[in-house]
């Protein structure tokens, strides 16, 4: 059951690159890919286990390739471990050429978040029932 679960709490998000969120290199300014990636991540580890959440961590994060202005940027995360208060939601960003059929894996990092209560204590993030 948790598999399916992690399945249909997928989360994916296109972007394009216009030159207001470049850098002085003409490439996504990293700043900007941190704060896509949390915010997908976050909508994933939500619609797992539909409790408010909040980051506690972001693991490494590598920038393997830049993001050129005027290409397409996916972000997709997914949850990849579940524990007792907490879950880690692993996000890729994949650079797409908009003009021709070229797309590259870009960043990737790992997010953690904690499920907490009405009191901002941490409960337990998923159960069977859930």
């Given at each position: 059951?948790m598999n399916a679960r992690i399945e249909q709490s ?121």
């Amino acid at each position: 059951m948790m598999n399916a679960r992690i399945e249909q709490s997928e989360a994916r998000v296109i972007k394009a690159i216009f030159p207001s969120i470049t850098n002085h290199h003409n490439t996504l300014f990293g700043g900007e890919a941190l704060a896509w990636m949390d915010e997908t991540a976050f909508i994933a580890a939500t619609r797992f286990c539909r409790k408010p959440l909040v980051t506690v961590s972001s693991d490494r994060i590598d920038f393997n390739k830049a993001i050129p202005a005027g290409s397409l940027a996916e972000i997709i995360a997914r949850v990849i471990y579940v524990g007792n208060t907490s879950l880690k939601v692993e996000v890729n960003i994949f650079v797409e050429d908009m003009y021709r059929d070229h797309r590259e894996h870009a960043i990737r990092g790992v997010f953690t978040f904690v499920a907490v209560d009405d009191d901002r204590q941490p409960t337990q993030v998923w159960t069977q029932e859930s």
